[in-house]
């Protein structure tokens, strides 16, 4: 299994980014994925997360209106637009997947994750 993130960067607050996971070696477009953050001396935390159809979406309340979790099953890819960013968003980021297609109030137990890509904001 393969989760490989991109898009990630340096950021002013109040601006955008657009981070992308690419999937291999797993059944991706039958699996619920999700987006989770380690910030420095935090413990890792779920952002949002996807069903495997797109119809079921969760969001922490920290992001919610301001990110949007989506994925195209045809290309193996998962996206998370994060918009009006705050220095409290810098972190780490890194897509997972979980073990079903859906994660049945479980949203912190993923499967398999990625190496992550840093989103820092700061002025």
């Known amino acids: 299994v393969q989760l490989v993130e991109s898009g990630g960067g340096l950021v002013q607050p109040g601006g955008s980014l657009r981070l992308s996971c690419v999937a291999s070696?797993?059944?991706?477009?039958?699996?619920?994925m999700g987006w989770f953050r380690q910030g420095p001396g935090k413990e890792s935390e779920v952002v949002a997360a996807?069903?495997?159809?797109?119809?079921?979406?969760y969001y922490a309340h920290a992001v919610k209106d301001r990110f949007t979790i989506s994925r195209d099953n045809a290309k193996n890819t998962l996206f998370l637009q994060m918009n009006n960013l705050k220095p409290e968003d810098t972190a780490l980021y890194f897509c997972?997947?979980?073990?079903?297609?859906?994660?049945?109030?479980?949203?912190?137990?993923?499967?398999?994750r990625g190496q992550g890509t840093q989103v820092t904001v700061s002025s």
């Open positions: 997972a997947n979980y073990k079903s297609g859906m994660w049945y109030g479980h949203v912190e137990e993923y499967e398999y």
């Open positions: 070696g797993l059944a991706f477009g039958s699996l619920a």
């Open positions: 996807i069903n495997w159809s797109s119809g079921g979406k």
